[in-house]
């Protein structure tokens, strides 16, 4: 089945630092990936994609690059700010209408 | 343009009572998936419904859930004699086509159910 795996939390950083949040995936065929941002008390909100391989996601300083050969769609951002706490979840849609969320990273960033 | 919308945000119910969840999807959207979060836990599928048909709902509980989207109105995800372990929160998402989720996906702040 499909699953995905995503580095334990919780992660604090100082402001400015360089952020990696790690996420590999199982599937079969082509998944599409994901990562959700869930701010304190709110809903998820999609913060980028990839839907093939090779792909790059990138929204407010965030990337990740679909590495099919790894499995792998790491989250990163090359200068945190505080406004950035939150959880971050990887997730994939394999051909169907369901996502497969991993556990979740929370992220603090202290000033 | 609206999001999708859930209400209650905040929901407590003692032991054996019933919980409603209510979920209007955006403007244009005819397809509802259900998640459930627990605690420390991602997010995992319930079910999945477009107006008046239930299409899966293998990520559902056998007893006392049930879900239904009808022609009018928002979809209901109703949990029958609640029990500690249902506490959780529940998100609703929207699609306007099938396979949607994998092009993009609109939650809604979801509702935390709180049993006690």
């Known amino acids: 089945g499909n699953s995905v795996t995503q580095m334990e939390g919780p992660v604090t950083l100082s402001e400015e630092a360089f952020l990696t949040i790690n996420c590999t995936y199982t599937?079969?065929?082509?998944?599409?990936l994901f990562w959700y941002v869930q701010y304190p008390g709110e809903g998820l909100q999609l913060l980028l994609k990839?839907?093939?391989?090779?792909d790059k996601g990138s929204n407010k300083g965030f990337e990740a690059t679909y590495r099919k050969e790894t499995t792998s769609f790491h989250l990163e951002k090359g200068s945190v700010q505080v406004s950035d706490s939150a959880v971050y979840f990887c997730a994939l849609g394999a051909g169907s209408y369901q996502l497969t969320f991993g556990k979740g990273t929370k992220l603090s960033v202290i000033p | 343009n609206a999001g999708v919308m859930q209400n209650p945000r905040h929901l407590v119910r003692r032991r054996g009572q019933e919980a409603r969840l209510r979920c209007s999807p955006m403007?244009?959207?005819?397809?509802v998936y259900w998640y459930r979060q627990l605690p420390e836990e991602g997010l995992k599928f319930m079910v999945y419904?477009?107006?008046?048909?239930?299409?899966?709902e293998s990520g559902m509980p056998k007893e006392r859930f049930s879900a239904e989207f009808p022609k009018e109105g928002p979809s209901i995800l109703r949990i029958q004699q609640v029990v500690r372990g249902d506490s959780a929160a529940y998100f609703c998402?929207?699609?306007?086509?099938?396979?949607?989720?994998?092009?993009?996906?609109?939650f809604g702040q979801g509702t935390r159910l709180t049993v006690v």
């Open positions: 990839a839907t093939k391989a090779d």
């Open positions: 599937a079969t065929g082509y998944p599409s």
């Open positions: 998402a929207s699609s306007p086509a099938r396979g949607g989720l994998n092009t993009e996906a609109f």
């Open positions: 403007k244009g959207h005819s397809h």
């Open positions: 419904l477009q107006k008046e048909n239930i299409i899966d």
